[in-house]
């Protein structure tokens, strides 16, 4: 292969950067439902303190995996306080009336700590030793295969800048 041919590849393969981020999560959880297992406790457990019920969808594992899966690729090294307080929500007091304002409340620590193990198992993500997680040159090539074929998918005409 030449080098012309080098940056004509090259230059085709889309970055996360370059498209949008539900298109790129909704394409990579349908992915991941395939390579990584969902753990029978996910259907009862909250995703974070400020929250009254579990989520309701039935994909939500794949998703917040996903959705996890770009947040490190966007911000490594990264770790799971930090995760914790992008994924976390105001917690109200009572539902009924307002006594005080809100006060943040971050996400489920285990369902972070529990996402990113099971990447991990995958080989998508790898930690670094005290700074957190990092993506894998497979999980890099994996997320910029799935940007490219979503980039190619791509027919909204309000998204058309990304194109």
Do not use: C
């Not at 030449?2 to 085709?12: C, P, Q, R």
């Not at 995996?65 to 947040?71: D, E, G, I, Q, T």
Request: glycine fraction near 8%.
């Amino acid at each position: 292969m030449g080098l012309n041919e080098f940056v004509k590849n090259y230059a085709s393969m889309a970055t996360i950067y370059d498209v949008p981020a539900d298109a790129l999560i909704a394409a990579v959880a349908a992915r991941l439902e395939d390579r990584i297992d969902e753990p029978d406790w996910v259907a009862f457990t909250k995703s974070g303190a400020g929250n009254e019920l579990p989520p309701e969808q039935d994909d939500f594992w794949y998703v917040r995996s996903a959705s996890l899966l770009r947040k490190v690729a966007q911000n490594e090294p990264i770790g799971i306080e930090r995760l914790a307080t992008e994924y976390g929500s105001k917690k109200r007091g009572s539902n009924r009336y307002s006594v005080r304002p809100g006060e943040h409340a971050g996400g489920s620590r285990k369902l972070i700590r529990s996402s990113l193990q099971a990447l991990e198992d995958e080989g998508l993500v790898t930690t670094a030793a005290g700074e957190g997680r990092r993506v894998s040159d497979e999980g890099e090539s994996f997320l910029s295969t799935v940007a490219s074929d979503v980039l190619e998918d791509l027919d909204r005409p309000e998204l058309e800048r990304y194109a």
